[in-house]
């Protein structure tokens, strides 16, 4: 359903700034369109990547006070 709906909104965006004569806010160039793709591929796989795999240094990473567990007295 996300999907649908930036789908959608990507085109209506695109339709709005074409119809007002708007310059619009993508890359013109097939290149340029591309490396949108891309990018937005990476942030996706990425963020279902690191869904999937725990933090291993979370037990390092200081809480409210800044204390690692090493640190505790």
Do not use: N, Q
Request: charged share 15%; with cysteine.
């Amino acid at each position: 359903m996300k999907l649908f709906i930036g789908l959608l909104l990507g085109l209506g965006i695109g339709f709005g700034c074409r119809w007002l004569g708007i310059p619009s806010p993508a890359p013109p160039l097939l290149a340029g369109a591309l490396l949108v793709v891309a990018m937005t591929s990476g942030y996706v796989a990425t963020d279902a990547w690191l869904a999937k795999h725990p933090a291993r240094s979370k037990a390092d990473c200081g809480g409210p006070t800044g204390e690692t567990r090493g640190t505790r007295a």
